[in-house]
């Protein structure tokens, strides 16, 4: 009897054991999972935020290199998940995402200077081209107007002059 | 020269002193049409050059390709080059449908290069076997990912032939995911020499 018992705890003490390994295994697969989606969320916003900042003519090459490295790191992640090796596809996505904070922050100050930048410019432009615009209308006018006296006083100095007959 | 010879060359003047007026505007509300938008994608052999691409695998042997993109696409792009490995029964992308191969990826690079830029990578890569006709696992850059891949003889060409192929794929920021770029490089191997 006494054996039995001892027996019965032994099974019931290994099933427990699998029941909360087979657990722990679980909660760790889906950590990985949402640690491997949280770093590709951060990756995609993080290219759209430099992609903008890019488009309104910042200079972003700086970014682009930090994400050129958090994809390698991203890649390195699925590549190693792909094989099993848990461990180092959770290191690299945690590197990835580190790789990526301040990034978007980064890209939106730089977009926002680029846009300021680009007013600035623009206003400037069209304060040049209209002081030109301006000039020039008064140029044309009293320049038309000169040369119009000048060609015909030209004209008439070139008139053959009648003499009167006696 | 008449007067409205004269009158007809003031006003052409004027509209081109006007025009150089408006240049500073012009170049900032005008667009010119961009050229075309590609990506380029290829592989080179072992010695950098379009040639002496590693055919006939030999036992516990190590191999090298180059593969480069190359973006023109007129901003920053984020790309994925996705390894595959097939026999000859296993099917290509298709370009005609702009599909790519059904296969599962057996490693990846991922990177992001600006307009006009170019990345390129060393690949190394070894097989391992139980013999020509099946191929247990496939070393990467020291990442080992077992395919178990079977071959069926080729009685044309006299051998068991097994394609290692690169697809490029090109991340959508409308669609926030990748898409099939249509582009693929590849090289054919020989795995007879190693029954």
Redesign the interface.
Same mark, same amino acid.
């Given at each position: 009897m006494n054996g039995y018992i001892k027996i019965c705890y032994l099974t019931l003490l290994v099933a427990c054991l699998s029941l909360g390994s087979f657990n722990d295994f679980c909660s760790g697969e889906s950590d990985l999972d949402s640690v491997l989606n949280e770093a590709e969320a951060k990756l995609?916003t993080a290219? #759209?935020a430099?992609?903008q900042a890019?488009?309104s003519g910042g200079n972003?090459?700086f970014l682009?290199i930090k994400?050129?490295v958090a994809?390698?790191l @991203? #890649?390195d992640a699925?590549? #190693?998940y792909?094989?099993g090796r848990y461990e180092d596809a959770y290191r690299y996505a945690v590197s990835c995402c580190d790789m990526l904070d301040g990034v978007v922050e980064e890209a939106e100050i730089i977009r926002a200077e680029a846009i300021q930048t680009y007013n600035k410019? @623009?206003y400037?432009?069209?304060a040049?081209?209209s002081i #030109?615009?301006a000039?020039?209308v008064l140029c044309?006018v009293f320049?038309?107007r000169f040369?119009k006296k000048w060609?015909f006083r030209r004209l008439l100095k070139m008139r053959p002059e009648v003499g009167e007959s006696r | 020269m008449n007067?409205n010879d004269?009158k007809a060359m003031?006003i052409f003047l004027?509209i081109c002193?006007?025009l150089?007026?408006? =240049?500073? /505007?012009l !170049?900032?509300f005008v667009r010119l049409p961009a050229g075309e938008r590609f990506s380029e994608m290829w592989i080179l052999g072992p010695k950098h050059l379009a040639e002496g691409y590693p055919f006939n695998v030999l036992r516990g042997s190590n191999y090298t390709v180059y593969v480069g993109v190359s973006n023109h696409m007129g !901003? !920053?792009m984020?790309y +994925?080059v996705y390894v595959k490995f097939r026999n000859q029964t296993e099917q290509l992308p298709n370009i005609t449908r702009q599909t790519p191969s059904p296969l599962p990826?057996?490693?990846?690079?991922?990177?992001? %290069?600006?307009d006009g830029e170019t990345w390129e990578t060393k690949i190394s890569f070894s097989f391992d076997f139980k013999n020509a006709s099946l191929i247990r696992s496939l070393t990467i850059d020291n =990442? =080992? /990912? %077992?395919v178990n891949k079977p071959a069926r003889w080729d009685s044309e060409n006299k051998g068991y032939y097994y394609q290692l192929f690169f697809e490029l794929w090109i991340?959508d920021?409308d669609e +926030?995911s990748f898409r099939f770029h249509n582009r693929f490089v590849g090289i054919w191997l020989n795995m007879s020499s190693i029954s």
């Open positions: 995609q290219y #759209a430099v992609l890019e488009k972003v090459t682009v994400l050129s994809a390698s @991203m #890649a699925h590549n #190693a792909r094989i410019n @623009m400037r432009a069209i040049e081209s #030109a615009l000039l020039l044309s320049g038309w040369f060609y | 007067f004269f003031y004027c002193f006007g150089a007026a408006l =240049t500073p /505007v !170049s900032i !901003s !920053s984020y +994925a990826a057996i490693f990846e690079y991922r990177f992001i %290069i600006p =990442t =080992t /990912v %077992i991340y920021a +926030a």
